[in-house]
């Protein structure tokens, strides 16, 4: 499967020297899948720090691409899977954000899990970072759970992705291109955009199924959507993914760490509020699975 892997960076040049380090954990796995980097601009970015590190380091890549402006996280993502699914003709793209470092096996993990999953009608994303509820032990590594929380560094293949995209990129052409980040029009994506989408009734996919039926899997917002429901790139996806019956299965036991206690929705406060400064145990030697099952 012809495979892409992208990292997304604007202002963290020590957090994402850490990726980068994790990545190199990871090279071996890496042989076989293009590596991009897009860095975002503007007058905060530090463009030549991180493209400075990215030169600096052991891993190969296909291109990097220097935003001219301030995407914001939304625009840059989206504009990268659009990239790399449509222009490039990638049928899988893994997706690492600038404060989550990778661990041994982290893209050997993440490849054997989408692998498995595309034999499910009702996956749509798979991740293998997780904030677990116990503590994990090696009878966890091969349990998934469908979850909705902390979308974070993600794989996604291309048939999902033709899915979703229009959701996107009507997300995009509306309430991201030519707006900053700080202007976006929230109230109006939540009430004009998303309320629309939310209350429609979530169809049944067909085929093959892993979440069987009677599955416990909410509405990624709760039952109604509230004042306070995100807005951001990953609320949207979040909610394509819902509007089209699929599910996103994280593994239960991470095989990377959060960091980023400081960014555009964090504050170390937050950072532990949400729990994540209580993450468990990430590198693992041991074998990879090749089969999962649910929690």
Not at 178 to 195: C, E, L, N
Not at 223 to 231: I, N
Request: aromatic share 10%; with cysteine.
């Amino acid at each position: 499967m012809k495979t892409a892997l992208f990292t997304a960076s604007y202002n963290r040049p020590d957090l994402f020297l850490e990726v980068l380090k994790g990545l190199e954990q990871n090279k071996d796995d890496l042989e076989n899948i293009d590596v991009y980097h897009y860095i975002d601009g503007g007058v905060d970015s530090k463009q030549q720090e991180l493209l400075a590190h990215i030169k600096n380091s052991n891993l190969e890549f296909e291109e990097i691409i220097l935003r001219d402006e301030n995407y914001g996280v939304g625009r840059n993502l989206i504009g990268a899977r659009r990239d790399l699914y449509e222009k490039l003709g990638y049928e899988r793209v893994i997706l690492v954000e600038d404060d989550l470092i990778p661990g041994p096996n982290f893209i050997k993990t993440s490849l054997k899990l989408a692998d498995w999953a595309r034999q499910y009608n009702d996956i749509g994303m798979t991740q293998v970072w997780n904030l677990p509820k116990e503590n994990m032990t090696e009878d966890h590594l091969h349990l998934v759970e469908a979850t909705h929380t902390h979308s974070v560094t993600y794989c996604m293949d291309v048939e999902v992705w033709n899915e979703i995209k229009e959701t996107l990129y009507d997300y995009e052409a509306e309430y991201l291109t030519g707006v900053s980040y700080q202007k976006k029009k929230w109230r109006a994506i939540r009430r004009k955009f998303m309320k629309p989408r939310y209350v429609t009734q979530r169809p049944t996919r067909q085929g093959k199924l892993l979440l069987p039926q009677g599955y416990e899997y909410p509405p990624p917002f709760g039952p109604r959507l509230k004042r306070t429901v995100p807005t951001s790139q990953d609320a949207i996806t979040s909610l394509a993914l819902w509007q089209k019956g699929f599910a996103r299965i994280a593994t239960l036991a991470p095989r990377a760490r959060l960091k980023g206690e400081f960014g555009v929705h964090c504050t170390p406060e937050i950072f532990e509020n949400l729990g994540l400064n209580k993450q468990g145990e990430y590198v693992w030697e041991q074998s990879v699975p090749t089969e999962f099952a649910l929690a």
